[in-house]
Each structure stands twice: as structure tokens, then as C-alpha cells.
């Protein structure tokens, strides 16, 4: 699955428990008519994947839904979902070269007329 949208927050890569479980949290917010703030985590090694972005980046976001179950002290069952992230890539374009300005099509090129009509056949074959 993914998410596209703007990022609106990351936060900083944090650490957990004496086995050394990293995880760094994301906002994107969507673009719809009723925009979703989305939270997105990144685990372990992809927690770096975030190095290089920043808030207000677009982005596209390959997720995955993620499920557990928990039993409380006193015996209830309890529920909770995660979206994990597992690739990110920036979807602002890139900038077209400013130098060259565009040619249209008709007048990229001149017409050809000085053709012969004896010269119609002149492949070797």
C-alpha cells in the first residue's frame, strides 16, 4: 500500500529497551478534500530513510498495516494497529532546464524541398 501527501513532521529516531529497538515517527498529511494527518513508523534500519527529507516535502510512502493483540492484567483483550513504512521517495519533480527554451514541434525543423523525383529508389536493395 501507499500513502502520497505532504510531510508535515519527523521526529527523531528513538530508542528502545537493552536490545537497542529503534523507531522514528512521521506525519503526512494528505492531499483530498478532507486531508488526513497520517503517522507513519519507521523501524530499525529504516529509520535512516528519513535522513534526507524534511517537513512540507511531497512524498510517496510504501506502507504496511501492522496488528497485535495484547491481554491486559486483568484479562482484556485489546487491539492496535501500526502503519510501518518501509520506503519513501520524493514526488516533487524535477526542475526542467531553465537555458533551453522549448521549440514547438513545426518549426523545430525546416521542410525538405529539394527532393528529386529520380532519387525516390536509391536503396542498395
Excluded at 523507531?23 to 494528505?30: F, G, H, I, N, S
Excluded at 507513519?40 to 496488528?67: H, M, P, T, W
Aim: hydrophobic share 30%; glycine share 6%.
Amino acid at each position: 500500500m501507499e500513502v502520497q501527501g505532504k510531510i508535515k513532521l519527523i521526529d527523531e529516531t528513538k530508542t528502545f529497551g537493552n536490545n537497542g529497538f529503534r523507531k522514528r515517527e512521521m506525519v503526512v498529511t494528505t492531499d483530498e478534500q478532507y486531508p488526513q494527518h497520517i503517522m507513519i513508523e519507521f523501524v530499525q534500519d529504516k529509520c535512516d530513510l528519513l535522513n534526507s527529507y524534511a517537513a512540507g516535502q511531497d512524498v510517496k510512502v510504501s506502507i504496511n498495516l501492522r496488528g497485535r493483540e495484547w491481554t491486559n492484567p486483568q484479562g482484556e483483550v485489546k487491539y492496535f494497529n501500526s502503519i510501518q513504512g518501509w520506503r519513501i521517495e520524493s514526488l516533487q519533480a524535477e526542475q526542467p532546464n531553465q537555458n533551453i527554451p522549448p521549440v514547438p514541434p513545426m518549426d523545430a525543423f525546416e521542410p525538405a524541398d529539394d527532393l528529386n523525383e529520380e532519387d525516390h529508389d536509391d536503396l542498395p536493395f
